[in-house]
């Protein structure tokens, strides 16, 4: 979980006009609420997809059972 929290976070970051302070999102935007949910999707999407293919195919770092 805690890796899913930095990649939400830097994001976040991201999203946030760099830390400038100059910038505020409006989250009662819906399209504010969007475009953060659509680039959160994207930044988690390649590591669901190896959570997945872990469990199907077995993390090769795994003991045996």
């Known amino acids: 979980m805690e890796e899913i929290n930095k990649i939400i976070l830097k994001v976040l970051d991201e999203v946030a006009c760099n830390n400038t302070g100059s910038c505020q999102i409006n989250l009662q935007s819906k399209t504010a609420q969007i475009m953060i949910a659509d680039k959160i999707t994207e930044a ?6 190896n959570l997945i293919e872990d469990i199907v195919v077995g993390n090769q770092n795994e003991l045996p059972r």
């Open 44 to 49: 988690l999407d390649p590591h669901f997809k």
